[in-house]
């Protein structure tokens, strides 16, 4: 329950419902906003569901590091679509409230998606590292079984982890204001409409962060650190350009992931605002959902392929079906 405060230290009046303040202080420029948001969370499904259909399809591309970028692809589509939709109709309408269980579940899903993403982009770069590193015991280690294990423990670790502080947040009564100052139920925000003491709240949410995002990241640093080594000592040019290849589209991906995370959790307090929260909130939750499916594809020469057969096969199909 949410207690509401009327009166101070006398009156508390009990509600079921926080009130998302999100973008309420923009109302002239909401409507430009749905139209611009639905567009691009529509390109960022479209393009994800099609990251997800070329690698199904495609028997060229049932290697680890597809496998991997399925999961990847269905991460966004779940992470997005948790919050994406519910901002759109709050940008149409004037009651902006979700239920507490509503914002429960909302929070469940946003953490567990982050958390997982985070150690699933440590795998794929342990996947290269073994590619690049290991070639010969590339295909040994990194067995349809052992993706498999990989995925799941990325899965099973951020549920456990993620269920269990967003239960623990949630379990704290709120008063006072029912007001989050955010467009979706972000622990911070949450954290700050709660009427006791959250400070070892907050010690959980810092260590969350440091165990299975800061140290994914250092994995990933340590990894990319023996890739480059040994690319550099390729013999040829060509060699060393191909190998470097198969891990930009990576790269990029884990620059837009950790650039934005560590911006977020290292700036200074002095310049961290309600509305600087929100917009960086707001690239992690629709830009990059949409960047990645197309840095995969654009600059992915097995993609392109893939993609380059499918529609040659579908035009082909649709011509034989049409001359019988």
Not at 280 to 291: E, F, G, H, R
């Amino acid at each position: 329950m949410i207690y509401s405060e009327n009166d101070p230290g006398k009156n508390w009046t009990i509600s079921d419902v926080f009130i998302l303040v999100g973008f309420s202080n923009i109302k002239k420029l909401q409507i430009i906003l749905f139209l611009m948001l639905l567009v691009t969370y529509l390109v960022a499904l479209m393009g994800n569901l099609l990251v997800i259909l070329l690698i199904k399809f495609n028997a060229s591309l049932h290697t680890p590091m597809y496998f991997f970028l399925v999961n990847l692809s269905i991460f966004e589509i779940c992470y997005t679509s948790s919050v994406v939709p519910q901002l759109l109709i709050h940008l149409l309408v004037d009651q902006k409230t979700i239920t507490i269980a509503g914002c429960a579940a909302q929070m469940y899903v946003v953490t567990i998606m982050g958390l997982t993403e985070s150690c699933l982009l440590a795998v794929m770069a342990y996947d290269r590292y073994v590619a690049i590193c290991h070639p010969l015991h590339y295909r040994t280690i990194m067995s349809g079984w052992a993706c498999a294990q990989l995925a799941g423990a990325s899965w099973i670790i951020s549920i456990s982890v993620e269920v269990a502080q967003t239960t623990w947040i949630f379990s704290l009564p709120f008063c006072g204001s029912n007001r989050i100052h955010h467009f979706f139920c972000n622990i911070p925000p949450v954290l700050k409409i709660a009427c006791m003491d959250t400070s070892k709240n907050k010690i959980m949410v810092f260590t969350v962060s440091v165990l299975f995002i800061f140290d994914p990241f250092l994995l990933i640093t340590v990894s990319y650190i023996c890739v480059i080594s040994t690319i550099l000592k390729l013999s040829s040019a060509e060699r060393r350009c191909k190998a470097f290849s198969t891990c930009s589209s990576h790269l990029m991906v884990v620059t837009l992931f950790y650039g934005t995370a560590l911006f977020t959790y290292l700036r200074p307090k002095s310049i961290s605002t309600p509305d600087s929260d929100q917009m960086i909130s707001l690239v992690i939750t629709i830009v990059a959902p949409v960047l990645n499916p197309i840095i995969y594809t654009l600059r992915n020469k097995e993609v392109k392929r893939a993609f380059r057969k499918t529609i040659e096969k579908s035009i082909f199909s649709y011509n034989l079906e049409k001359t019988e």
